[in-house]
């Protein structure tokens, strides 16, 4: 399964961004939960959202109210919308994959190279 994220950039201090995450595989996509993950330089790796296949949301406590994730089945793609961005967001994302275990399928963790988000104060 291959991950193609895109929407990172720079951005000021109370503005917007989206964030895309394409799946390379339909069936696969359609039956895992997704999530956003950060990293910020010199800091462990946190939950920023995820949403399951289908469609229960959790969030961060310290996004909670200004992101929303999303998916679209069609398209493959799960969004990130950040409202209300904070130089504390700065920060490399990363789409997470989660296929669930089953009798005929082997579960597993998928990763996105991650893009950057950089948010000025």
């Known amino acids: 399964v291959q991950l193609v994220e895109s929407g990172g950039g720079l951005v000021q201090a109370g503005g917007s961004l989206r964030l895309s995450c394409a799946a390379s595989?339909?069936?696969?996509?359609?039956?895992?939960?997704m999530g956003w993950y950060r990293q910020a330089p010199g800091k462990q790796r946190e939950l920023v959202a995820t949403i399951t296949s289908g469609g229960t949301t959790t969030y961060g406590d310290s996004v909670e109210g200004r992101f929303t994730i999303s998916r679209d089945n069609a398209k493959n793609t799960v969004y990130l919308q950040m409202d209300s961005l904070k130089a504390e967001d700065t920060a490399v994302y990363h789409c997470?994959?989660?296929?669930?275990?089953?009798?005929?399928?082997?579960?597993?963790?998928?990763w996105g190279q991650g893009t950057q988000v950089t948010v000025s104060s």
């Open positions: 997470n994959l989660h296929l669930p275990s089953s009798l005929f399928v082997r579960g597993g963790d998928y």
């Open positions: 595989t339909t069936s696969i996509f359609r039956i895992s939960a």
